[in-house]
């Protein structure tokens, strides 16, 4: 008899579901990320560059290598040597960053990264340098590029409140992602108007212009980097 209230509390703990969808609440924690992110100067700018310079790199490697690769290079085992340098060089980025990331400063470091990711290699490009080059600009490329990923990632960790952090990455990925599809599309066009070494030097200058923008921008300045601001108010 004392089993019987016991399973009765049980049940009548447990939360109501039925007839909830699991996507019910998606736009709403998807807005109260972009309400966050908008709150936060570095978290905007971070977004909107990220954003630019994914749809440069979908540009680069999805569309404009292929086509490089088949007219400059002799093949598409050019693009596989020149994709697998930059994933090797990535892997060996994340390495160096997780050893010596967090003593170097974060904008200089950024601007860096982001700098010398779009501007060597889409020079080569430009340029038609050799294979054996382009191999070894692609591999200095994945290195500053691996190490851009967990620099962002601790960047958001370190200003998004603990309650917000899913809503806020949420968000700050799926905009990141959308100029993929947009970069993909626009170099397509682009592609048949113009000669391709001429678009990797247009996307290295715009590139690079784009990395430098933390250096005018005032929320990326460096007291600002530390932590979130507990002022402002979640919801």
Known sequence: MLCIP?????????????GKPAFSH???DL??????VLRQPLLRS????VLILNALDAARFSVLLPLYSLEFLGGSAAAGLI?????TGALAGSFI????????PRRALFVICFALTGGPLSLGFYCQA?????????????IFTGMLNPLIGTLRLEQTEPDMLARVQSFMIAISWAGIPIGSLL????????????????????????????????AWNEPELRTYKTSTPTT
Do not use: K, M, N
């Open 26 to 28: 998606y736009w709403q």
């Open 97 to 104: 960053f997780s050893a010596w990331g967090h003593r170097l």
């Open 130 to 142: 050799p294979e054996w080059a382009l191999v070894a600009l692609s591999a200095a490329t994945g």
């Open 187 to 218: 170099s397509g066009f682009a592609a048949e108007r113009l000669s391709l070494p001429l678009l990797y030097g247009i996307i290295g200058v715009i590139y690079v212009l784009t990395a430098c923008l933390p250096i005018v921008d005032t």
């Open 83 to 87: 994709t697998g340098a930059l994933a």
């Open 31 to 36: 807005r109260d990320g972009l309400r966050f």
């Open 6 to 18: 016991e399973r009765e509390t049980r049940a009548e703990q447990r939360p109501i579901t039925v």
């Open 46 to 49: 971070i977004v909107v560059i």
